[in-house]
């Protein structure tokens, strides 16, 4: 089902009229508003006038994370917080949060674009969807929290955590439409297996999963395992949460751009030269009607391609691929992002270690797990077990609170985590998506 | 009274304790006592040997992190019941045992145990006022 039908199905010509029609409004506010933008544009000599056809998006400049790093909290907002009725943020690489907000139009435009997404996973109003996303300043939860309203579907709250209540729930309750990330899909099944709850017998028919990456061959254990169709949903909190883009149930080819609102480029992430369709490379992505949190070619680090070609459903907005890889360093464990570099900001703080360090991230069964491997030096050392587990236990709090993602800590000896031509692999992820 | 013990952090991984006293061997250390106190993780390898300094030297280059504590050696009757009383005497006196092995003696009919405490002076204190046996370092390492 098409939830817009007059949008989601624009002929080409009209969409990028829309589209142009958009940008220039945007980029005109922004340079007015935002001091960040107008100092960018200015240093690289462009006017919000010079935005004359969609091929000149090319010549502003990308904004990164860590430009919103350097504008926390609020230093991007291009509204008095007077008009911002609510704030999101997700982890950022040193600790510190990036923030977004929304005005209360900001939220009703994400609201329909999740409404779209789960109308393109075959939900009505008759559906009862059991959202497992988190709730809280993560954008997930509430993002599709308010898509299922608009639809007018009935959502359970359900958020993380007490997974076998969860089953409880959605059996008793007759739960249609499951959302949540890919693996803690499959964690579902599983302990629904173990309770002896046939997850089959469930009335599940679809699901959309993301929030991480994931792969056909996961897809495949989902649907067989929750015996519904399972979709790939994709979104980030700095261009609006999710609802970004979706997989539509009729062709489970590659996720629809919800395009009358967002501009996506596909770039090489070392030179920033646009690519064309069909190459993969890095998705940037500029916002075209958002008020409170405006972004200009948004440099997302996810790796995929473009696919122009039409689609069996009817929608004629562009299609990504699923997203292969990072053009960083960023990590999804659990849902959860993680630069390794949070992760040595966290050690850096405890006196007595030293910032060596590793990451191990692998799957085990369905859920991912994070070890760190720290190395003990001298500081750190004592002749009592009770006080390396202490510090052990330490640490990991400390990546739980500043990160919210469990880690297990192990100590290791001096020099043993390997290092090449003098710099350490920090990270190893042993995950086979 | 207080004698020098060093400490090395081992991860558990085959092999690595016969490295430990490879080097210390190659060095010419002996090694008067040794316990290894371990977890799923990672272990500590304790060591009485005679040249403390050495021995340490030796191993911090060989890229092993090594610390070094005072531990208290106590002489015992090697028979039912000698290290009770020696534990009923801490206990009175409150003082905290953080671990505690026993040495290896080549002779001699009475027993050598090594104890780690949070406060080693009043625990050298105690132990003397009580009568127990306490073992000079300097004996010790040429035990
Ligand atoms: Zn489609």
Known sequence: MIYNMEFETLPREALEAIQLRRLKNTVERVYATVPFYRKKFDEAGVKPSDIKSLDDLKRLPFT?????????????FAVPMENVVRIHASSGTTG?????????????????????????????????????YGYGLFTGGLGVH???????????????????????????????????????????????????VEPKTLKLKAGLFGAEPWSEKMRDEIEEALNLVALDIYGLSEIIGPGVSVECIEAKKGLHIFEDHFIPEIIDPDTGEPLPYGETG??????????????????????TSLNPEPCVCGRTHIRMNRVTGRSDDMLIIRGVNVFPSQIESVLMEIEEVEPHYQLIVEREGTLD????????????????????QNLERKI?????????????????????????EGKAKRVIDKRKL | ???????????????????????????????????????????????????????????????FTVGKTTVVAVEVEDKPGGLNKILEIL?????????????????????????????????????????????????????
Request: aromatic content about 8%.
């Open chain 2, 91 to 143: 206990k009175k006196a409150g003082i905290n045992v953080e671990y505690m092995y026993a040495f290896v003696q080549q002779s001699g009919n009475n027993a050598v145990l090594i104890f780690r405490f949070d406060n080693t002076d009043e625990a050298i204190k105690v132990l003397v006022e009580n009568g127990v046996k306490v073992i000079e370092g300097k004996t010790l390492y040429s035990m």
């Open chain 1, 146 to 196: 308010y898509g299922a309203e608009k639809l007018g579907a009935s959502v359970i709250p359900i958020s993380g955590g007490n997974t076998k209540r969860q089953i409880m729930i959605m059996r008793d309750f007759g739960a249609t439409i499951l959302t949540c990330t890919p693996s803690y899909a499959l964690y579902l099944a599983e302990v629904a297996q173990e309770m002896g």
């Open chain 1, 64 to 76: 990164t994370k860590q430009d919103l790093r350097d504008n926390y909290p609020f230093g991007l």
């Open chain 2, 1 to 63: 009274m207080r004698v020098e013990q060093i400490s090395i952090f081992l991860e558990n991984k085959a092999g690595r304790l016969a490295e430990v006293t490879k080097v210390l061997a190659e060095a010419g250390i002996n090694i008067r006592a040794l316990s290894l106190a371990d977890t799923s993780d990672f272990g500590i390898l304790r060591l009485i040997v005679n040249d403390t300094e050495k021995a340490k030297q030796a191993l911090k280059e060989n890229g």
């Open chain 1, 96 to 132: 510190k949060p990036t923030v977004v907000g929304y005005t209360a139009r900001d939220i009703d435009t994400w609201s329909e674009l999740m409404a779209r997404a789960l109308a393109a996973a075959g939900a009505t109003r008759g559906d009862i969807i059991h959202n497992a």
């Open chain 1, 369 to 388: 797990t994070l070890t760190v491997l720290v190395e003990v030096g001298e500081q750190a050392f004592s002749d009592e077990v009770k006080k390396l």
């Open chain 1, 282 to 303: 890095e998705l940037v992505i500029t916002t075209i009607t958002k008020e409170a949190f405006p972004v200009i070619r948004y440099r997302t680090r996810d790796i």
């Open chain 1, 396 to 420: 990991e709090k400390n990546i739980k609170e500043y990160l919210g993602v469990s880690a297990k800590v192990k100590l290791v000896e001096p020099k043993t985590i390997a290092r090449s």
